[in-house]
């Protein structure tokens, strides 16, 4: 099974990526590793390091965006330009895996799997913050797989894509992951779209392999005037097109203009409906 994984820098340079560090580690070859610069603000990657990793990869590519893409774009794009690959992994990069993580994988897969996704422990607290089923956060063991009666609910990194769930959202005539997002809400809606195969009566089979940790308190609020205008994007643009019907749509607008309205965010109303309107992240 040929494998490529995907790590996008966001935050740090290759070599202090938690992430890129822990591939060191690994007790298996990995097929392809592809890292992907978004926006760090060089295009210097330490040689030394990426020798030294290229020790558990049979190949390595660096591409640079520093003009920042979005991550549905970059996602799909790398869904759609490596059709030799059978499988996908996704990463951010301040993740820690164990040395373990590949062999898991493996060992766990089966034909009928379309979808594998890690427990996630936040770096602070060590508490598992995903997958969410239900809303309800719980540590499933390795190896389980979820029942489609369940709402799951996880976030981007460690997420292990098969060709066969590629196939299915083909045959829907749908991207893996909404263009129409650049940042908060990808992974979220990401979920959302999973839901929107099943209702076509498709069965996902998706099963729970591995615990990867974050290097950064993941649950923590992030403050500043930029993280509270992507938030507004991704929860109205969520409402728009994951709402159940239009009445809820609207009264999920509503619900997100009376919180702004009480917090006396009154610049953020005209915001609200400028993203409505247009249907789509700026950058996207």
């Given amino acids: 099974m040929r494998t490529i994984m995907t790590v996008v820098l966001s935050h740090c340079f290759a070599h202090e990526s938690p992430t890129l560090?822990?591939?060191?580690?690994?007790?298996?070859?990995?097929?392809?590793?592809l890292i992907i610069n978004n926006g760090v603000g060089t295009k210097d990657i330490d040689k030394d390091f990426i020798h030294n990793l290229g020790i558990k990869i049979k190949k390595?590519?660096?591409?640079?965006f520093l003009d920042v893409r979005p991550l549905s774009w970059i996602y799909n794009g790398v869904l759609n330009e490596y059709t030799q690959s059978?499988?996908?992994?996704?990463?951010?990069?301040?993740?820690?895996?164990?040395?373990?993580?590949?062999?898991?994988?493996?060992?766990c897969?089966?034909?009928?799997?379309?979808?594998?996704?890690?427990?996630?422990?936040?770096g602070v607290s060590k508490q598992v913050i995903y997958p969410r089923l239900n809303k309800f956060v719980?540590?499933?063991?390795?190896?389980?797989?979820?029942?489609?009666?369940?709402t799951l609910l996880s976030i981007n990194s460690g997420l292990v894509i098969y060709r066969s769930l590629i196939d299915k959202f083909a045959e829907c005539n749908m991207e893996v992951f909404d263009n129409r997002f650049a940042l908060y809400g990808v992974d979220y809606?990401?979920?959302?779209?999973?839901?929107m195969l099943k209702k076509e009566d498709y069965k996902i089979c998706v099963q729970v392999i591995n615990t990867i940790e974050s290097s950064v308190p993941e649950i923590e609020e992030q403050d500043g005037r930029s993280q509270e205008v992507e938030r507004l994007y991704d929860?109205?643009?969520?409402?728009?097109?994951?709402?159940?019907?239009?009445?809820?749509?609207y009264l999920r607008l509503l619900r997100i203009s009376f919180q702004q309205l009480i917090r006396f965010k009154f610049s953020n109303l005209e915001l609200i409906f400028k993203i409505f309107a247009q249907g789509k992240h700026p950058r996207c």
């Fill in 21 to 33: 560090n822990s591939l060191m580690k690994s007790e298996c070859l990995l097929d392809e590793l």
């Fill in 60 to 64: 390595i590519s660096v591409r640079h």
């Fill in 86 to 107: 059978d499988r996908f992994i996704f990463f951010s990069d301040e993740f820690v895996l164990e040395s373990n993580y590949i062999h898991n994988l493996n060992t």
């Fill in 109 to 122: 897969y089966s034909d009928v799997i379309d979808l594998q996704i890690p427990n996630i422990r936040d």
């Fill in 138 to 150: 719980q540590k499933i063991p390795d190896g389980m797989k979820i029942d489609s009666q369940y």
């Fill in 189 to 195: 809606n990401f979920f959302n779209r999973l839901e």
């Fill in 235 to 249: 929860r109205v643009l969520s409402g728009k097109y994951y709402s159940k019907n239009k009445f809820f749509i």
